[in-house]
């Protein structure tokens, strides 16, 4: 199956394979004219790793939540340590996301949005800090 089938059936882009190839985690085999040959034990791979990067998993979580799917003997408690910590990681996010949008509302708020020159939105963002009551 050429890297074409394989981006089409495993939903992962091209680019994103042979980057996947140069780093390691694919090893697909190679055609006498150099050519990549995926098999099928790729292409689930492959949709593997987009699942788990499409939750956010980094390359070396990808790394050892592969390594974990292909021993038939893992431990699941492995892989709900490494989906724990990623989880906490994505609440620390959230967090610092609703924080960083309170912040932001404050500044719509408090800026005029008028003829005027002056903006607490310019304001907080040359002097880090936040507006006061306008």
Not at 31 to 55: C, I, M, P, Q, W
Not at 97 to 110: F, P, Q
């Amino acid at each position: 199956m050429n890297i074409g089938d394989v981006a089409a059936r495993s939903g992962v882009p091209p680019k994103t394979i042979r980057y996947y190839e140069d780093i390691g985690l694919v090893r697909p085999e190679r055609s006498a004219n150099g050519y990549r040959a995926f098999r099928e034990t790729d292409v689930h791979k492959l949709t593997f790793l987009g699942r788990a990067r499409a939750l956010g998993f980094s390359i070396e979580n990808c790394r050892a939540l592969l390594a974990l799917w292909e021993d038939d003997r893992r431990a699941s408690a492995e892989v709900k340590r490494i989906a724990s910590i990623h989880l906490e990681e994505i609440d620390r996010k959230i967090a610092e996301l609703g924080e960083m949008r309170e912040t932001l509302a404050d500044l719509v708020d408090a800026c005029a949005g008028d003829l005027r020159p002056d903006c607490p939105i310019i304001h907080s963002l040359t002097s880090g800090s936040a507006p006061r009551d306008a």
